[in-house]
């Protein structure tokens, strides 16, 4: 099988010759020990989105300074309503998420900025990604897979990027309607991403929700996540797509609500000792979900026995190939990372250390 045909069987639940193993594209350092593990058979992944975004009445400015000998983004959103701007700090320190920032300030500060930010909202127009989605499945060939990434769940990208774990326990207990006015408003205009996504020349559509029980907890996770997956599973009924939802945070308190919520691959998973739910409780909990799993990041920097050892435990934890794929979703030093990935590999070759 080809390493595309691999991963796919895995995640339809179909005959495979062996777990595929897969890497975000971005994480891995192309060269000659990148070459070595796509001929062991690595697969890489690309996320990109289904869509594009352009803005009628708004404009974006980005000022770049430093601070404290840091390199540091002022984004500012402008609009007839006002404006409001978050601080980002760039990820100079990790090749796989270079392009990747650190939120210092949201955007939403203060009950005055929800509605700029509905109106920010609002005036977006999406076009569809399609072109660019064929030439990277063209690029990628049978080397890996894409996948079209879409945005979070209104509410997780109301906590994560918009205004921040801290002011959003506050408001939404201060001001739940100011809230539930702008989930409404994303809610609504996100059903346009998630056409656009089910007509994209893809099988998997994956939303990177970020999951974790911590934050998300039962209630919120049944009024405004479920929800969510069960329209998009809408928009694909009838057609031989996948959802599948990024939950790589702690999520053995959510097992039954997630038992439930009409999803198909579970990706990200991270098993113990960061994540607190094992494979075998996984596989048990959700039979009827492909699991995706981020290989245990903590083990990255072991010996080469050591993650092979620990490859066996998830494998036989897993109890067969059928709805099961081996994954690397976080970044870690480049020699570890060229390291593990080919202790894994060599084990799910047959030919591991022991």
Partial sequence: ????????????????????????????????????????????????????????????????????????IRRTIHTPAG??????????????????????????KTPEDYRVMEFYIDDALYHDNYAFLRSERRRIGEDGLVYVRIAKSPIQEMIYQMIGIERFSLDLYDHPDLIESLHETMCRRYEELYEIAAGAPVEILLLGDNITA???????????????????????????KRLG??????????????????????????????GD???AEARKSWPDKALWLNFTSSMHIQSPQRI???TRELLEQAGGAGGFAIGVTEDAPAEALEQSLAAIADVLNGTGLT
């Fill in 1 to 72: 099988m080809t390493i595309r045909e691999r991963i796919l069987a895995a995640l339809y639940w179909r005959e495979t010759d062996t777990v595929p193993l897969t890497v975000y594209e971005l994480i891995l350092p192309r060269g000659m020990n990148e070459r070595k593990l796509r001929d062991a058979g690595v697969g890489l992944v690309l996320r990109p989105p289904a869509h594009r975004v352009e803005h009628r009445r708004v404009e974006i400015t980005s000022r770049e300074y430093w601070e404290r000998g840091r390199r540091t």
């Fill in 83 to 108: 404006e409001i701007h978050q601080v980002l700090e760039p990820d100079e320190q990790a090749y796989a998420y270079q392009h990747n920032t650190w939120i210092k300030e949201h955007f939403i």
């Fill in 214 to 240: 911590d934050i998300v907890g039962k209630e919120r996770f049944e009024k405004y996540l479920a929800p969510v997956y069960r329209r998009i599973k809408s928009w694909i009924s009838g057609t031989e």
């Fill in 245 to 274: 939802v990024h939950m790589d945070g702690r999520v053995a308190a959510l097992k039954d609500e997630i038992a439930r919520a009409e999803i198909d691959i579970i990706e990200a998973l991270t098993p113990p000792p960061m």
């Fill in 277 to 279: 739910l094992s494979v």
């Fill in 308 to 310: 092979a050892a620990h």
